[in-house]
């Protein structure tokens, strides 16, 4: 399916998207901004629910700092495709259904299927960090 390297490149590119979506509607939330406004109907929505999303961003980008830095990369892999996991099934749940949900949710699938593409690769591969040649 392609290079390690290559696959790499774009799970590093996809972790930092949604990492930053979520930073992103979790400042607005508390800033009560125009992307709060516009998806909140209900004015009991507490702003601090921004603290939640933020709080969501802090494992995408501490991990993908953490495998960039060639700490156990392979486990960080692995938590990673756990965590998106666990953000898909907690958001078909109880997620918003707006735009923005729906493109990070997009990103977030296609991360969990390169995730998986790369943790499945021979050990060999996996082992070395990603980041190097084939």
């Known amino acids: ?39 909140i109907d209900d004015p009991t929505v507490d ?8 709080g969501m961003a802090i494992p995408y980008l501490v991990g993908l700092a953490l495998i960039l830095g060639g700490v156990r990369p392979l486990l960080w892999l692995r938590v990673g495709a756990g965590y998106t996991a666990l953000l898909l099934v907690l958001w078909a749940v109880a997620g918003g259904r707006d735009m923005l949900a729906y493109a990070d949710k997009a990103i977030e699938i296609a991360l969990l299927v390169l995730l998986v593409v790369l943790l499945r690769r021979p050990v060999e591969s996996a082992a070395r960090s990603p980041m190097g040649t084939d």
């Open 1 to 39: 399916m392609g290079s390690v390297r290559g696959l790499f490149g774009w799970v590093v590119l996809l972790t930092l998207a949604t990492g930053l979506i979520h930073v992103y509607i979790g400042v607005d939330f508390l800033l009560e901004g125009p992307y709060a406004d516009a998806v």
């Open 47 to 54: 702003p601090a629910v921004g603290i939640v999303f933020i």
